[in-house]
């Protein structure tokens, strides 16, 4: 396979970047304000992963006022065990309790001890195992507060970024929904080196193996598809329908080649 290394890097470059749906250029007030919405944003809501580097982006982000609040949702779900595993692989992050912890008991606790943000400011969901109950249990907890943003920022594994969105515009689709932002910590870039894949910036902060990164983007195409196989309204009606684009889908086709072992079954 190494021969066709390069535009397998180039493939799933296309399906990543796909994935991340970045809507903002940056973590800033300015790049809110450059989709049209008023800046700070009413609402942050970081959705529990294994990534570190969005912590290191949302703790930036708060400094700068990017937004008015910050909401972490995250139980106990299958990304529970990466995140403790990248935690104590960290060696910015040493001391802290994780067993028995909740996502967003241990994402906060980071951002409190490690990058100084007030953990009383941040609005913790600690219930929800997956995508589609982070959304659901997100607006249960706003509405016990009594809030309602206008407009909300969502960050996620970049892998998960586009079905976090679909997830959130399906739960809130009943009513008069927020102005929901995309706002992946980057987007994931992958290269040939040698025979193997490697990542562009590989120094970023608890990214994934390259086998993890693969099985994550080759399972996320099956699972936006709206068809009875998919989570879109055709299907098992966990999201919002999602358009994906010709070329996604031809990328995503080569990848089944060297990858169609790595697929992760919708569940």
Do not use: C, K, W
């Given at each position: 396979m190494a021969s066709d290394l390069p535009h397998t890097a180039a493939d799933l470059n296309t399906v990543a970047r796909f994935l991340a749906a970045p809507d903002l250029t940056a973590l800033t007030?300015?790049?809110?304000?450059?989709?049209?919405?008023?800046?700070?944003?009413?609402?942050?809501?970081?959705?529990?992963?294994?990534?570190?580097?969005?912590?290191?982006?949302?703790?930036?982000?708060?400094?700068?006022?990017?937004?008015?609040?910050?909401?972490?949702?995250?139980?106990?779900?299958?990304?529970?065990?990466?995140?403790?595993?990248?935690v104590r692989a960290d060696p910015r992050y040493d001391g802290l309790p994780l067993d028995d912890r909740a996502e967003a008991e241990i994402l906060r606790g980071l951002l409190a001890r490690w990058h100084g943000l007030d953990p009383r400011s941040i609005l913790v969901e600690t219930q929800s195992t997956n995508c589609g109950a982070n959304a659901e249990q997100t607006r249960a907890l706003l509405r016990e507060r009594g809030l309602r943003p206008a407009d909300v920022l969502l960050m996620q594994d970049p892998t998960m970024q586009r079905r976090t969105w679909a997830s959130f515009r399906r739960v809130w689709g009943d009513e008069r929904p927020p102005h929901f932002h995309n706002a992946p910590p980057f987007v994931p870039t992958v290269e040939a080196d040698g025979d193997a894949l490697v990542f562009a910036e590989p120094d970023r902060a608890g990214l994934w193996p390259m086998e993890r990164f693969v099985s994550l983007v080759m399972g996320e195409i099956p699972r936006l598809r709206n068809d009875e196989d998919g989570y879109g309204p055709a299907g098992r009606g966990y999201i919002a329908a999602v358009d994906i684009p010709p070329a996604v889908e031809a990328a995503y086709?080569?990848?089944?080649?060297?990858?169609?072992?790595?697929?992760?079954?919708p569940g």
């Open positions: 007030p300015a790049a809110v304000a450059e989709q049209g919405h008023a800046a700070p944003a009413d609402l942050l809501v970081l959705l529990g992963n294994a990534v570190l580097a969005t912590l290191d982006a949302v703790a930036a982000g708060m400094r700068a006022g990017v937004a008015e609040r910050l909401l972490i949702a995250g139980g106990r779900g299958h990304s529970t065990r990466y995140l403790r595993a990248a086709d080569r990848l089944l080649g060297p990858f169609g072992d790595r697929v992760r079954t």
